[in-house]
């Protein structure tokens, strides 16, 4: 139990931080290393009481410990300085462990203020390092200040929510237990401290021989691609016990050097969004997918060995989705390793998701004798279900966790099927058979209900019952001579309702080869990439009350049973837009959603006054969204040049590298050393500033033998030829690479210019001011080279890429608030959706 005063440091130790740096990611990381920081200086202080020698402020490090640090003599700049310098430094230091190397890697202080650095130190200075469990729960409300994690769809999981599933699979002292998906490591911690309360005495001694202990340490593994939660999880582990805790920094879908390892026990809540054009996998999954849901089931489901079990938080997506992937996922489950699924209340993640989910239970050794699948649904969490999350009587994960252990249970012992099926009573025991016979393998339970009403069910209809598909142009009674709205496809906004018709026209010019709509209509692009892109919106303010538009429009009228808004948020739902991509017809740029798709697609359709009701909510997060969008939109980095600083060349302080003409059909390899990068690859997952993934490799043999070059890290690249200089990406490498000639790089001069301080004024600056005005554009090296920016000390460099950061996290913090509406936007739509989804047969409307 955390007790009042280390609860109350936290809170403090937060509060002084949020004026400097406002996002709750970034105050645990600055509190995180600043605690190990000051624990190692009190390790250090202990070994001398006890008569040994310090060993991690020794040396060079010595003026960097903690008493030096806090000496009431040092001036509040020079704290500033010393400190921040120490933790920059701290990853060289010798004399610490590779477990606190990998904690301050990249650690660096995102703030200039010595007052607010004073305060913040005073109350790290009241901790004190020990193992105990004080500790552990300290980090743990720590953490739990978390909201949504990132761009990838991660999401903190409510601890009781993780403890659920643990009592549920019940691991042991001596099985290998995984999340490959690991975040803060909650769902491992959470395993240990069980692990810990099974093997104790009625004196609630343990018994856990040493051996068990050396054991447990190495048997505990934990995957994540966030440099940040790997930090944060290191710690995490550190202060529950673990001296050297097994957590990579690994991309669980896309690299394969860990795909050999297989675990007794996975516990995951893996992330839900997928990037633009979806996940581009490796091929040894055994399921063809793009979406991170899907293939982060399948890996789990793939890497337990063959008595392994499994507990994995999924979206409603995985449980009955129409489209390829996600059935052949079910039938794979079915057949191969499932044995319950537990349906999670709507809002089980507020506030940081009112996403709908369930929790799948895999057994490998059970599904191979049981026929049945167990349906659970969990009504209350003993949590209520808006924003605060307060505290309720109602709690059904109690009844539902004795009842699954129960089936379970009846499983390994071969019970007769009668017993299982009397095991249960809010459970229905379902066939495998029954869920494998229209080749659905939908995993909704309240499909395979036979009994018992349904309530605040809508019925599902066809989008061509309720709205004209593409209105036929004879209809119109204007005049040749009329003026109307024309609409070319730019015109339309991505994931943006609302539009400007950029021109108008005479009908006599339009009505012959161009789509026709009106006031109220919603137009769908239908070709790719637009469709992808989400280019639609509803037309609005039209002149005339008419419009004319792109031939790659889909226009749908309402009959008036539905809101032109509610058409809009329908065909904007993944469960629409998931599969059309699947169905899209044509080859190459030219693919387009089938007509007959559309026109056929299922819909909820709730009376126009809940309609209304949906829409007013949604507008409400939308609204939200356009202005963090805005934010995004306009901010540009800014380095104020002073005048003192030197403005020079580029080619006095750095090289300039176009990179190497590779044979045109040359594509490398996958498991070389050194990247082999291309314009696409700075698209990739996690390559927003720095280059941390790529597609292909080549070895250094092969480099010398195409006499290519591998530039060093710490090189600045960007794209030198045709459209791609116009979306200004520039990346900073990470290691040793090479790039082929449509990419061009600096390389500092490390004594003058800092990477990532060149990297931060290039944010602000448009390289196609460097391009030549020929067809294709391109880049000179010589331009390049004979630019001038301005060179300040290195210091200083230092201090505006730290302002610049922490100015950017704040504008990042609009991203996240983006995501987190959008969660919500599906969330709503999710409850009318799955309400519907529930109906036994679709109701079409007469």
Excluded at 348 to 355: I, W
Excluded at 367 to 389: H, M
Excluded at 434 to 456: C, F, H, P, V
Excluded at 589 to 606: C, K, M, S
Aim: charged fraction near 25%; aromatic fraction near 8%.
């Amino acid at each position: 139990m955390l007790d009042t005063t280390t609860k109350r440091r936290i809170d403090t130790a937060r509060d002084i931080l949020v004026g400097k740096v406002p996002d709750p990611k970034s105050q645990v990381e600055q509190i995180t290393i600043a605690l190990i920081y000051k624990f190692m200086d009190d390790m250090d202080a202990e070994a001398e009481e006890l008569g040994g020698k310090r060993k991690f402020f020794t040396g060079d490090y010595a003026r960097y410990g903690w008493a030096k640090l806090m000496a009431p003599s040092l001036g509040g700049h020079e704290m500033l300085g010393l400190y921040g310098e120490g933790i920059a430094k701290m990853p060289e230091n010798p004399g610490i462990p590779p477990l606190f190397r990998d904690i301050f890697k990249n650690a660096y202080l995102p703030y200039r203020d010595p007052e607010t650095l004073k305060a913040f130190l005073k109350i790290i200075d009241e901790f004190s390092y020990d193992h105990s469990e004080r500790l552990g729960d300290a980090f743990e409300y720590l953490l739990s200040v978390l909201g949504s994690q990132g761009d990838a769809g991660q999401f903190r999981t409510p601890r009781h929510i993780i403890d659920f599933m643990v009592e549920v699979l019940a691991p042991q002292k001596n099985e290998t237990i995984l999340d490959p998906a690991c975040g803060t490591a909650g769902f491992l911690i959470s395993a240990y401290k069980h692990i810990l309360r099974a093997n104790t005495d009625a004196k609630g001694h343990s018994t856990l021989t040493p051996d068990d202990k050396g054991r447990l340490a190495k048997n505990f593994k934990g995957y994540d691609i966030s440099p940040d939660m790997v930090r944060l999880s290191l710690v995490n582990l550190y202060l529950h016990g673990f001296t050297d805790p097994h957590i990579f920094e690994y991309d669980t879908l896309t690299s394969e050097e860990r795909w050999n390892e297989f675990a007794d026990v996975i516990l995951a809540n893996p992330p839900f969004m997928s990037p633009k054009g979806g996940i581009k996998p490796h091929k040894r999954f055994s399921i063809q997918a793009k979406r991170s849901e899907v293939l982060f089931v399948d890996y789990m489901a793939e890497h337990l060995t063959p008595t392994g079990r499994a507990a994995i938080i999924v979206p409603e997506g995985i449980i009955f989705q129409s489209q390829t992937a996600y059935k052949e996922l079910r039938k794979m489950l079915v057949e191969n390793s499932l044995v319950a699924v537990v349906s999670l209340p709507a809002g089980c993640f507020n506030p940081y998701s009112g996403v709908k989910t369930s929790i799948l239970i895999l057994d490998k050794s059970l599904t191979r004798q049981s026929d049945t699948i167990a349906f659970f649904k969990v009504e209350n969490d003993g949590f209520g279900l808006g924003a605060q999350r307060r505290a309720i009587e109602k709690n059904d994960l109690p009844q539902v966790q004795a009842e699954l252990a129960a089936y379970l249970q009846a499983l390994r012992a071969n019970a007769s099927t009668e017993t299982i099926l009397s095991l249960a009573s809010t459970a229905q025991i379902v066939p495998k058979k029954k869920i494998a016979a229209n080749g659905d393998y939908n995993l909704s339970g309240e499909r395979y209900r036979e009994s018992g009403a349904k309530t605040n069910i809508f019925p599902l209809v066809k989008l061509s019952d309720v709205c004209t598909v593409n209105p036929r142009k004879s209809q119109l009674a204007e005049k040749p001579e009329t003026r109307v709205s024309f609409v070319p496809m730019a015109d339309l906004n991505e994931h943006r309702i609302s539009f400007q018709p950029s021109d108008e026209k005479q009908l006599s010019e339009v009505s012959a080869s161009y789509t026709y709509f009106e006031d109220s209509d919603v137009l769908l692009a239908k070709v790719t990439p637009c469709f992808e892109n989400g280019k639609a919106g509803i037309a609005r303010g039209l002149l005339n009350g008419i419009g004319f538009g792109s031939s790659e429009f889909y226009v749908l009228r309402s009959n008036g049973q539905v809101l032109p808004e509610w058409v809009y948020f329908c065909v904007m739902h993944p469960l629409f837009r998931d599969a059309a991509v699947a169905q899209m017809t044509g080859t190459g740029g030219l693919q387009r959603v089938p007509r007959d798709y559309v026109e056929n697609f299922l819909i909820p359709l709730p009376p126009l006054e809940v309609q209304k009701e949906i829409v007013t909510e949604i507008e409400g997060y939308q609204k939200v969204i356009d202005g963090a969008r805005a934010v995004l939109d306009h901010y540009r980095p800014h380095i104020p040049i002073h005048p003192d600083w030197p403005m020079v060349p580029i080619k006095d302080v750095a090289a300039v590298e176009s990179g190497y003409g590779f044979p045109l059909n040359y594509q490398g390899k996958t498991d070389e050393e050194i990247p082999f990068l291309k314009v696409s690859d700075m698209n990739l997952p996690g390559n927003e500033k720095e280059i941390v993934s790529w597609n292909h490799s080549v070895s250094r043999v092969v480099l010398r033998e195409l006499k290519g070059e591998a530039y060093p890290k710490g090189t600045v690249i960007f794209p030198k030829i045709g459209a791609a200089i116009g979306t200004n990406k520039k990346r900073i490498l990470t290691r040793d690479s090479t790039y082929d000639n449509n990419v061009m790089g600096i390389i500092p001069d490390t004594k003058h210019l800092l990477p990532d301080f060149l990297h931060t004024y290039l944010l602000a600056f448009d390289l196609s001011c460097w391009a030549s005005e020929s067809q294709p554009p391109s880049m000179r090296k010589t331009t390049v080279e004979a630019h001038e920016i301005p060179v300040p000390p290195l210091a200083t460099q230092k201090a505006i890429v730290a302002e610049i950061e922490a100015e950017q996290a704040l504008v990042a913090a609009n991203r996240e608030l983006i995501t987190r509406f959008e969660q919500k936007i599906q969330a709503t739509l999710a409850r009318i959706w799955g309400e519907a989804e529930e109906t036994a047969e679709p109701v079409i409307s007469q």
